[in-house]
């Protein structure tokens, strides 16, 4: 996985534009709770995948008997562990962390699973996920899009005030090969500091629905389920260890 972009190491400004954004993280959570419990009804303990800030995992923290997170990015982790506390959170890699236990639901939300390369890359993630997954235990992934459905040449612009604090978010997302390479510049401001400006390189790999399916059979998954979630969204993989 290539270097972080640099929202990542700004942890408070991408919390505060998705929560300026209305992402519904405790109406998805719920959602995604329900999903488990369908496949897995006495599933007590939880994994989620680049958890991020830790915003859907405190409402499955509510839900689950024990979760734990993994992300990559340090700033992200700092801010979940101030969410989370008593929550074993941890740095690490999807492809190739190592916790010492299994759980009976695993989450990779937030097409987090784009940001791998290539098809090895993404088997080697599943496998990891199957390695820390009791039998009978739920895979659920939010996947990038499709080289079916990708868009080339799409912009989007949002701006969001939060306490007291202004974001506005520029995109361009183009396909070149079977990623999409999306530019994204920011403008925080405020009172105090005044405006300033960074740039993200976003780029996400276009797996078809086949790669995913084998990926999903390399942490024993034989069956996968595609659950639509709405306009502009590019839905869920769910799957339950055989």
């Given amino acids: 996985m290539a270097e972080l972009p640099p929202i990542y190491r700004h942890a408070e400004v991408y919390d505060a534009f998705y929560e300026g954004r209305g992402r519904a993280y405790e109406d998805d959570s719920r959602m995604l709770v329900d999903c488990i419990r369908e496949r897995n009804p006495a599933a007590a303990t939880l994994l989620d995948v680049a958890c991020g800030t830790g915003r859907n995992l405190r409402c499955f923290a509510e839900a689950f008997e024990h979760v734990e997170g993994v992300d990559l990015a340090d700033d992200m982790l700092r801010i979940a562990r101030g969410r989370l506390p008593g929550v074993p959170l941890h740095r690490g890699d999807m492809k190739d962390f190592r916790l010492g236990r299994r759980f009976d639901a695993i989450t990779c939300l937030f097409s987090s699973i784009g940001y791998l390369g290539d098809a090895g890359q993404l088997n080697a993630a599943l496998r990891c996920f199957g390695r820390h997954l009791n039998p009978g235990g739920v895979i659920v992934v939010e996947p990038w899009y499709s080289p079916e459905n990708a868009l080339s040449g799409q912009v989007l612009g949002d701006v969001v005030t939060v306490d007291g604090q ?43 629905r086949q790669e995913y399916e084998t990926a999903f059979a390399e942490a024993g998954v034989a069956s996968v389920e595609f659950l639509e979630t709405g306009r502009g969204r590019p839905g869920l993989l769910v799957g339950v260890k055989s």
Avoid: K, N, P
Avoid at 173 to 183: I, K, L
Avoid at 188 to 206: P, Q
């Fill in 166 to 208: 202004t974001i506005s978010r520029l995109s361009h997302a183009v396909v070149e090969g079977r990623a999409h390479r999306m530019t994204v510049h920011y403008l925080v401001a405020d009172s105090e500091s005044g405006i300033r400006h960074f740039t993200d390189l976003h780029v996400l790999s276009l797996f078809t």
